[in-house]
T-cell receptor
Framework: EDQVTQSPEALRLQEGESSSLNCSYTVSGLRGLFWYRQDPGKGPEFLFTLYSAGEEKEKERLKATLTKKESFLHITAPKPEDSATYLCAVQFDRGSTLGRLYFGRGTQLTVWP | GAGVSQSPRYKVAKRGQDVALRCDPISGHVSLFWYQQALGQGPEFLTYFQNEAQLDKSGLPSDRFFAERPEGSVSTLKIQRTQQEDSAVYLC??????????????FGQGTRLTVV
């Protein structure tokens, strides 16, 4: 059973068309939730860390929010260069490897001009 | 270096061959992780080092997989007698702190392993 679920799997947006990506997790005891961007053939690039419900972080056209069981990555007026796979990962407050990340499968975002 | 460096970027191995994948973490980073990423999937945890100590190897899929970080810096992931199901991208990540501190992990570009 997946502990981290991302939706949608794929999203196509026209340039300027705002939308949101979702990340939900099932295990209790969240230590931190991370958003990464991954371009084809490259490693994940860190975007945000969120630690507690109600927290929000922004970077350029991206805004990440966190509730008790899910996070949203809002993309405002996207541009073609925002096209990438967006990965969500969580760290749980249990076990010995507290830095271990549990990833979702990602949302593949395509922004066309 | 400026970031996490992995080599080689691409590796083609014949089934049954042994391979070694190298990771140079960011200088001074205590924690080092290896992940495996299959096509169209998110990365899956393999193993974790805090300095030279391998504290968690629960994600290694079989005893053919072995990782080391002898001096607490460079790490090597070795796969013996490779099989086709080992084909994937192997990602290395490092973070500044170890133990209970929660810091962002920086990833390398990965090594794409193809077993033929």
């Amino acid at each position: 059973e997946d502990q981290v679920t991302q939706s949608p799997e794929a999203l196509r947006l026209q340039e300027g068309e705002s939308s949101s990506l979702n990340c939900s997790y099932t295990v209790s005891g969240l230590r931190g939730l991370f958003w990464y961007r991954q371009d084809p053939g490259k490693g994940p690039e860190f975007l945000f860390t969120l630690y507690s419900a109600g927290e929000e972080k922004e970077k350029e056209r991206l805004k990440a929010t966190l509730t008790k069981k899910e996070s949203f990555l809002h993309i405002t007026a996207p541009k073609p260069e925002d096209s990438a796979t967006y990965l969500c990962a969580v760290q749980f407050d249990r076990g010995s490897t507290l830095g271990r990340l549990y990833f979702g499968r990602g949302t593949q975002l395509t922004v066309w001009p | 270096g400026a970031g996490v460096s992995q080599s080689p970027r691409y590796k083609v191995a014949k089934r049954g061959q042994d391979v070694a994948l190298r990771c140079d973490p960011i200088s001074g980073h205590v924690s080092l992780f290896w992940y495996q990423q299959a096509l169209g999937q998110g990365p899956e945890f393999l193993t974790y080092f805090q300095n030279e100590a391998q504290l968690d190897k629960s994600g290694l899929p079989s005893d053919r997989f072995f990782a080391e970080r002898p001096e607490g810096s460079v790490s090597t992931l070795k796969i013996q007698r490779t099989q086709q199901e080992d084909s994937a991208v192997y990602l290395c990540a490092s973070s500044l702190a170890g133990g209970l501190m929660n810091t962002e992990a920086f990833f390398g570009q990965g090594t794409r392993l193809t077993v033929v």
